[in-house]
């Protein structure tokens, strides 16, 4: 197993987490004379990553550390030890089409949704808590009627009312029922989509201008946690998180081996308290009572 070196864009992971691949060297002739076969390439597997920090985290004293980033290296990579590993950073939407064309390609987190449909999903590894709405703290008094008693705002209402932008980064699954949502919306002057590798850094720069007023994003995204929060009254309480590959001949063998790690109890709990460690200490609690409730989701 070894990491190999992409075309553009890669990720210094730390190569301690590799195994170093025996070479075994043979004479030309000795092949020759035993008739052995040519050695075959290793099998490869092209991981795709969005900078979404707290999932992925590309730069500062966290650089590599998000959940996913340490699902990747510390459960999957390691344990898929007949594949050559190459990982890409790149924007959510590219990544979106990598998993389309590129036979190989995987992305170790992501959630499913109606237009995934050309990518083959493992088993479920974590429950993680559905994406909400951050504001400036003086924007409580313009989205105040659009909250529940529940203290939930309603993000078809507020995209239906027209008044106030909504900041997402294009290409990237807020989950099913939000995407559905956001689709109805699409090329309305309400929603602002932002495309590129720091879209989250952007989003929140955006935010403070004041040229948006609102950001879907995750409660555990540390960009945000300056920002007031609140959850969605349009969805679930709780996401699955699933590693994904091209619907292709390698995809679905990658997916199988992936299926094998993930059915280790302990594996699941790696993830789980990979997630936690990017948690406020007030939803660490919320977050194990998701865990709890989607227990029926896993498979041993």
Not at 56 to 85: C, W
Not at 129 to 149: M, N, V
Not at 211 to 228: C, K, Q
């Amino acid at each position: 197993m070894k990491i190999s070196p992409c075309r553009k864009q890669c990720h210094d992971y730390p190569m301690s987490i590799f195994r170093k691949p025996r070479t075994i060297l043979i004479k030309a002739g000795l092949l020759l004379t035993l008739g052995a076969p040519p050695a075959q390439a290793a099998k490869e597997i092209h991981w795709y990553l969005a900078d979404v920090p707290a999932v992925h985290v590309a730069n500062g004293e966290r650089k590599n550390q998000g959940f996913v980033d340490q699902m990747l290296t510390e459960q999957l990579i390691p344990k898929l030890s007949k594949y050559e590993h190459k990982i890409q950073i790149v924007p959510a939407a590219r990544r979106e089409g990598m998993l389309k064309s590129d036979t190989k390609s995987c992305a170790p987190g992501l959630f499913k949704n109606g237009d995934r449909g050309s990518i083959v999903f493992s088993s479920p590894y974590l429950a993680a808590l559905s994406p909400g709405i951050f504001g400036l703290k003086d924007s409580e008094a313009t989205t105040k009627r659009f909250e529940s008693k529940l203290g939930q705002l309603n993000l078809q209402q507020i995209l239906k009312d027209g008044k106030l932008t909504v900041g997402v980064v294009a290409g990237r699954s807020y989950g099913a029922d939000m995407d559905k949502i956001l689709a109805s919306y699409a090329g309305k002057p309400n929603i602002y989509q932002i495309n590129s590798r720091d879209a989250v850094d952007s989003l929140k720069k955006m935010l403070l201008k004041k040229r948006i007023d609102l950001v879907l994003a995750n409660p555990y995204e540390p960009g945000f946690l300056e920002f007031t929060f609140w959850p969605l009254a349009d969805q679930p309480d709780y996401m699955l998180v699933y590693a994904a590959c091209a619907r292709s001949d390698e995809g679905k063998e990658i997916i199988a081996d992936i299926n094998k790690i993930l059915r280790q109890p302990s594996v699941r709990e790696a993830a789980r308290k990979y997630f936690e460690s990017w948690l406020k200490k007030e939803h660490v609690v919320l977050a194990k009572n998701v865990q709890e409730k989607a227990k029926r989701e896993f498979k041993d």
